[in-house]
C-alpha cells in the first residue's frame, strides 16, 4: 500500500476515534449508597467530582456537556444520570463506590361507556366503588406527557383535604401557575433535562416547560385512571352519555416525561424516584420501549422501588401486536396491561358502486357525504408517480389533478392514520378509506378524522381493491360513498382482543406469563386539551374536552384505577396481593359466552394475547384467595434467573448470596397466579416439573377450597393436596402443581404451546390460575 494511503487510513481512524468521543450519550449510574466520602456536602457534589475527574479537558475549556450531573436518584435508586462518552463510561465503572454504568432508552407513549363495561355502577348499594369510597384519599401517580388541569375531569368538588400523608408539589412553569392544582389533582412536576441533555433546548412555542400537556396523551390517561363524573360528554357528537374514570374520588399526582422526541429513561427514573417520595399510592405509566434485562431497565428497576414501597405500577403491554414476542414492561413486579374492546362501536360503512356495503369504523364529526350519492373512487397505489409513496398517502405523494373530488384508498402504515387523511385532504380529495395491512388484520381503530374517512379490515380492503380494478378493466368509474353510523352500543362479541395489543410469549422470562391481564383500551373517550385537535395532526383546530383514543396505553390507567379502588377496600394488601386479585378473577369469555376472540384474525384468542384473561373488578373486590409476593421473593426470582449479585443489587439495592434460593427451587417458583413452563425436547420420551404456590386466605375463615385441574391437551397434571383448609383469614397453605409432558413430533426451532388451568373453589370464590406450557425442539 502507498505511504500516502497508509496516512490518509490512519488519519480516518484518528478521526473516527475522536467523533466516538466527542459524541456523548446518556448513561444512569448506580452509586453504592455509603460510598459517598465525607469531604464532599452532598452526593450531588461527589458526583459532579467524580464527572470532572473523567474529563480535565472539559474543565479546562469550560464544557460543561460531560461534567453537569443531569438528576440525581435517591428513592427507587441510588446513584444519577450524566452525558458522557463511552470510554468515559468505561472509566467510570471502575472507580470505587460505582455499582454499574447503565445506558439510556428512548421510550414513546402506547397510544366513556368503560366503567359500566367492567360492572361499576354508581347506583350500587355495595360492591367495589361504594367499599372503597370511589378511591377517596389513595393517591394515583399517571407519568405520561402532562394534564390539562382545567378539564372538568379533573374538578375538585366535594373532595376533601390532601391526605395528610402527601409530600408533593404543584411545580409552577410555564402557562401553568401552582394554582394549577386543587384537591383533585393534588401533585403536578415535570421532568425534561434527560430529553434536553440529548436534544438541546426544547422549543418552547411547541411544547410547555412545566406539566402541561401539550400532546394530550396524559390528560386521556389520568381521566380513565381517576377523572370525575362528568356530563354530558362526547367526542364530536361520539359517545354521549356520562364520562368517569375508574376511581372518581381518587386524587392525581401527575409526572411529565415525555416530550415531542419521545420520553428519556433518565427523566422516567427521576419521576419514579420523586413519585415515591411524594406518596402516591399506584403508579400509571403508558409507556414502554424495547425489552431488555432487569438490571439495565430503568422502568424495571423504578418499579422494583415502587413496589418494595409498597405502591402498585401497571404498565401498558405496548402496541405491537398482534405478532408474538412483542409484549413489553414484562418484569414481574409490574402488572402488565394488554387491550380489548368493549361493547361500544361507531360504525361508518362503505358503500361500493356494485351495492355492496363494507363494514368501518369512524369517529369523524364533520358535513357528511351524502348517503345517495356515488363519488368516484381511487387506490392511492395506483395513481402516484411512485407507488409505494403514494399507496400509504405520504406528504406529496399525490397528485391534486387525479385525487380532485374523489375518495381515495389509503393504505395503512408509515405516517399516522389521522395524517393520511390530511394528505388526501390537501390533494382535494373529498373522502378517505384506510385499509389495514395483512399484518394489521381486522382489527379496526375509529379516528377523528379530518374529512369524511373510514377505516377498514385487510380482508376489506382488498375486497375494494379488486373492484377498483375490476371497474377499471370494464372503463367504468369505480364510485363509492361512505355512510356514518353514529354510536352503536350492546356490541357482540365483546371483550375481544384488540388487533394491536402486544402479545407473549414473556421475551425476557417466559416462565412469567405476560400481559397479566387485559383490559378496556379500544375507542375509549376521556379527557382531552384544548390545546390539540381531536385528530392529533397540527392543522387541526378543531377543539374537544373529550377525544376518543386507542392502545395498551388506554388499557393501563383502567387497571392503575381499579387497582386504587382495591387498596382503598382492602389497606393491608400488598401490590402483588392487587395484581392476584385481578388476576385469579379475570375472564375469558365474551358476552355470547364463548372464548374472547383475537380481533386480528377473528379465531379464538389464546392466553398469550390476554393472560390471565378480562378484569372483572366486582369479582376482584372478593377474590377469596391470593397469591402475595415479597420485594424477597423478587430477589429470590432474579437468583434464580441467574442474576449476578451485582446484578441483582442493581435493580433491588439489596446484597444477596444466591446460595439459598437456588436450592429453593427455579424460576418459576416464584409465587405468581400463573404457572408457565418451558421444556427444551432432547430425546426423553417423558419430561416433567413442578410449582410450588402459596395462597393467602382472604376470604372467609373455616373456608375448604378444593381443586380443579383443566389441563392442558395431552399433558398430566396433577396438584397436591387437592384440599386445602384454612382456620382463619390470613392463614397460608401450600400446594404443588406437577406438569408432565410427552414428546412431541416438532421439526428443530419449532415449538407448540398448550394451555389449560387450576381453579380453587370454595362453592363461592373460584380461584383461576392459567397452566401455560412451551414445547420448544432445539436446533
Known sequence: MPKSSLFFCTLLLVFAFADAELLRKTFIIRVQRDAKPSIFPTHKHWYQSTLRSLSPTAIDQKSSDSTDVIHTYDTVFHGFSAKLSTSEAQRLETLSGIVAVIPEQVRHVHTTRSPEFLGLKTSDSAGLLKESDFGSDLVIGVIDTGIWPERESFNDRELGPLPTKWKGQCVAGENFPATSCNRKLIGARYFSSGYEATNGKMNETVEFRSPRDSDGHGTHTASIAAGRYVFPASTLGYARGVAAGMAPKARLAAYKVCWNAGCYDSDILAAFDIAVADGVDVISLSVGGVVVP??????????????????????????????????????????????????????????????????????????????????????????????????????????PNIVQGKIVLCDRGINSRASKGEVVKKAGGIGMILANGVFDGEGLVADCHVLPGTSVGASAGEEIRKYITEMSKSKTPAMATIIFKGTRVNVRPAPVVASFSARGPNPETPEILKPDVIAPGLNILAAWPDGVGPSGIPSDKRRTEFNILSGTSMACPHVSGLAALLKAAHPEWSPAAIRSALMTTAYTVDNRGETMLDESTGNSSTVMDYGAGHVHPPKAMDPGLIYDLSSYDYVDFLCNSNYTTKNIEIVTRKYKDCSGAKRAGHVGNLNYPSLSAVFQQYGKNKTSTHFIRTVTNVGESNSVYEVTINPPKGLVVTVQPERLAFRRVGQKLNFLVRVQVRKEKLSPGNSILKSGSIVWSDGKHDVTSPIVVTIQQPL
Open 294 to 399: 432487569y438490571y439495565l431497565d430503568a422502568i424495571a428497576i423504578g418499579a422494583f422501588g415502587a413496589s418494595d414501597a409498597g405502591i402498585f405500577v401497571s404498565a401498558s403491554a405496548g402496541n405491537g401486536g398482534p405478532g408474538g414476542l412483542t409484549v413489553t414492561n414484562v418484569a414481574p413486579w409490574v402488572t402488565t396491561v394488554g387491550a380489548g374492546n368493549i361493547d361500544r362501536d361507531f360504525p361508518a360503512d362503505v358503500k361500493l358502486g356494485n351495492g355492496k356495503i363494507i363494514s368501518g369504523v369512524s369517529v369523524y364529526g364533520g358535513p357528511a357525504l351524502a348517503q345517495h350519492n356515488l363519488y368516484p373512487l381511487i387506490y392511492a397505489g395506483s395513481e402516484g408517480s411512485d407507488g409505494y409513496s403514494s399507496s400509504l398517502c405520504l406528504e406529496g405523494s399525490l397528485d
